[in-house]
């Protein structure tokens, strides 16, 4: 599914599922084709600035599937910030990262059914901080391995759990920038 609502190609769109969403709602910091897991949809328009765009950085954590299993030295150089290539072919160093190897994945969060990766794999926690074009994939492609399955668990306390696939949750923009550690002064449209 793509984290829209129009398009021009023939694909899964987010007005596709069964809810009537208000006008004028829209995804906060979206997916890719490749990517799973946790997105806000919202008529504030005034979230995406503040998650995003903010002076105060917001963590977002990652389930992620590698190919092969991941050296010491790798997780090491992850922990500790790996450059990367952003726009226009600008060499980056990625901030130091808060990286995790995981052995039960399926404790985070519904990973459904979908194989992605060959033995053997490797899966990792990642929190950021930063959020450039594709960070993630690029930190995991600067250590030469490649990223099998990409899932955005959390955007600071709000958690995608175990919420299946499709499935949508509402609460109260109160409770939303107080899981995502939004001043409330900044609430209204």
Same mark, same amino acid.
């Given at each position: 599914?793509? &984290?829209?609502?129009? &398009?021009?190609?023939?694909?899964?769109?987010?007005?596709?599922?069964?809810?009537?969403?208000?006008?004028?709602?829209?995804?906060?910091?979206?997916?890719? $084709?490749?990517?799973?897991?946790?997105?806000?949809?919202?008529?504030?328009?005034?979230?995406?600035?503040?998650?995003? &765009?903010?002076?105060?950085?917001?963590?977002?954590?990652?389930?992620?599937?590698?190919?092969?299993?991941?050296?010491?030295?790798?997780? #090491?150089?992850?922990?500790?910030?790996?450059?990367?290539?952003?726009?226009?072919?600008? $060499?980056?160093?990625?901030?130091?990262?808060?990286?995790?190897?995981?052995?039960?994945? +399926?404790?985070?969060?519904?990973?459904?059914? /979908?194989?992605?990766?060959?033995?053997?794999?490797?899966?990792?926690?990642?929190?950021?901080? +930063?959020?450039?074009?594709?960070?993630?994939?690029?930190?995991?492609?600067?250590?030469?391995?490649?990223?099998?399955?990409?899932? /955005?668990?959390?955007?600071?306390?709000?958690?995608?759990?175990?919420?299946? &696939?499709?499935?949508?949750?509402?609460?109260?923009?109160? +409770?939303?920038?107080?899981?995502? #550690?939004?001043?409330?002064?900044?609430?209204?449209?």
């Amino acid at each position: 599914m793509v &984290s829209q609502f129009k &398009s021009t190609h023939d694909v899964q769109l987010l007005g596709n599922l069964a809810f009537k969403f208000p006008t004028g709602t829209h995804a906060v910091g979206r997916l890719d $084709n490749d990517s799973e897991g946790l997105l806000i949809l919202t008529t504030n328009k005034k979230l995406t600035k503040l998650l995003f &765009s903010s002076e105060v950085p917001h963590a977002r954590t990652y389930l992620v599937q590698i190919n092969n299993t991941l050296s010491a030295v790798n997780l #090491k150089k992850l922990r500790n910030g790996v450059d990367i290539k952003i726009k226009n072919g600008i $060499n980056y160093k990625a901030v130091p990262t808060d990286v995790q190897l995981i052995t039960n994945p +399926e404790k985070l969060c519904k990973l459904g059914e /979908r194989l992605t990766a060959y033995l053997p794999y490797t899966w990792l926690l990642i929190t950021l901080t +930063e959020g450039k074009y594709h960070q993630v994939r690029k930190m995991i492609y600067a250590i030469r391995h490649k990223c099998k399955r990409l899932i /955005r668990i959390s955007i600071e306390d709000l958690h995608l759990g175990m919420l299946q &696939s499709g499935g949508i949750i509402e609460m109260s923009e109160d +409770e939303l920038f107080l899981k995502l #550690k939004l001043p409330a002064k900044n609430l209204h449209n």
